[in-house]
């Protein structure tokens, strides 16, 4: 099912066109509303009336993080306040948030887009879609609220917070047919569900739409068969938009990243250049429909590669593949380099353990300590303290045995290790650089 057909299967070449028109039109504004724009362009001796085609882009400087935040927290913004209908801010855990701003156009344009990717999983009027992201300034829930009206199904906003068990009477007494949520609490609702003896097949669940954090396919097949759904992945940022830039269709086959509203590139981390299809590097992202804070060529720090082509489900937009990590999540331990897929992929084969877990890599007299928490269920944290030794002892082995480093083990409760902002597990944190 497709939600803006004309839009969603446009040619490309009318895409392009379109592309460019709306390049223009939001560099003419950025010049004439931003300052760090006007400056930025002006020092890079940039003309923008010389951008005539979306392959001009790369003249264009780009727009950091650390732009954002020195933007804080209205610099960034193209439009008087006056015309701002809605305020967010990214969950960063280091330094100042980044704050968002929306126009009554952009929250249009936002919740046509989720309906898009909502739709895409096969959600349609007759769902009920339990929305467990948090509605705070975090833009999962409410990004998805929107879309998941429009397209006119029954909404059941739950959030993220609040008591699990609660989460779960809802699911079942309500009839929740679509789950919208973060992996890592798809995980934790999966091994509640469990403990509560509730079995999926008396569920109604049929799809889920996860996203705002790393998942692979592993996980994937585990939310699949634990509750029993058919899950797809979600991708977006809140400085872009918040959930809406991208999504799975059934073939799942990469992420439709809706080109109407985003330039998507990728580039070399290290040098910037411009990298094509089917080239792993840094997924940039310029917008060309936002009023309220447009941005142009953001570097958004995630790894991804890009495939041309029509999918089989008729769409034209470009697909991303899953953004398996962050540039900077990879941490060297004692020399040994770490990805957050490899720590994954060891706690998914220890029975007993589950996936939901942080890496906290610090120096103590000069040697690097690697910690890793992890959570495991009330049954087992409530248990004889035998059988958590025997856990920790079991999981330490396996990273011996694959990493070749012996991490110290910590487990902790079910559900202690999402942060505030947003529910999402922060998986690595390093002292040593000061980066959580
Ligand atoms: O996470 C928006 C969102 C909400 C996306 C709900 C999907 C579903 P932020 O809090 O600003 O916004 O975090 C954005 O999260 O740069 C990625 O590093 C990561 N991320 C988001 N979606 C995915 C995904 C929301 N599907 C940051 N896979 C991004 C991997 C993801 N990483």
């Not at 540039?327 to 720590?343: E, L, N």
């Amino acid at each position: 099912m497709i939600y803006q057909q004309s839009c969603e299967t446009m040619p490309r070449d009318e895409l392009e066109q379109l592309q460019i028109e709306r390049l223009q039109m939001t560099l003419n504004r950025v010049y004439r509303n931003v300052a760090f724009y006007r400056k930025g362009f002006d020092a890079a001796g940039v003309d923008i009336g010389k951008i005539r085609s979306v392959g001009d882009l790369k003249e264009l400087p780009f727009t950091t993080k650390e732009d954002l935040h020195a933007s804080y927290p209205y610099d960034m913004f193209a439009v008087p306040l006056k015309d701002i209908v809605r305020i967010h801010s990214s969950s960063g855990t280091t330094g100042r948030p980044i704050v968002v701003g929306y126009t009554k156009n952009d929250i249009q344009h936002w919740s046509a887009l989720t309906a898009r990717v909502l739709t895409a999983a096969g959600i349609t009027e007759h769902d009920f879609v339990q929305i467990a992201f948090e509605y705070s300034l975090f833009t999962g829930g409410l990004g998805f609220h929107y879309g998941a009206e429009r397209i006119g199904a029954s909404v059941i906003p739950s959030s993220a917070s609040g008591n699990i068990q609660k989460q779960l009477y809802i699911m079942k007494d309500y009839k929740t047919s679509a789950l919208l949520s973060t992996p890592s609490f798809a995980i934790t609702i999966a091994s509640n569900l469990r403990e509560m003896g509730i079995h999926p097949e008396s569920l109604n669940l049929r799809v889920g739409i996860f996203g705002a954090e790393p998942w692979s396919d592993a996980i994937r097949a585990r939310i699949e068969d634990e509750l029993r759904l058919d899950a797809y992945d979600s991708y977006g940022l809140s400085e872009i938009m918040g959930p809406g830039v991208s999504g799975e269709c059934a073939h799942k086959c990469g992420l439709h990243v809706n080109e109407d509203h985003f330039i998507v590139e990728v580039i070399d981390p290290a040098t910037g250049a411009p990298l094509g299809y089917g080239a792993e590097g840094e997924l940039v992202f310029t917008t060309i429909t936002k009023e309220g804070v447009p941005l142009i060529r953001y570097r958004t720090g995630d790894l991804g590669t890009l495939t041309g082509g029509t999918c089989e489900c008729g769409r034209t937009f470009a697909r991303m593949s899953r953004v398996s990590r962050r540039i900077d999540d990879m941490i060297i331990v004692r020399g040994v380099k770490i990805v957050p897929r490899q720590i994954e992929e060891i706690l998914l084969r220890v029975e007993g353990a589950r996936p939901n877990y942080q890496a906290i890599v610090r120096a103590e007299n000069g040697e690097d300590v690697l910690e890793i928490k992890i959570e495991i269920s009330e049954g087992i944290f409530n248990d004889e303290l035998k059988k958590m030794l025997e856990l920790k002892n079991k999981i330490a082995r396996s990273f011996e045995a694959d990493l070749g480093i012996a991490p110290h083990i910590t487990l902790v409760e079910q559900d202690s290790l999402r942060s505030a902002g947003g529910g999402k597990v922060n998986r690595i944190v390093d002292m040593r650089s000061g980066r959580v």
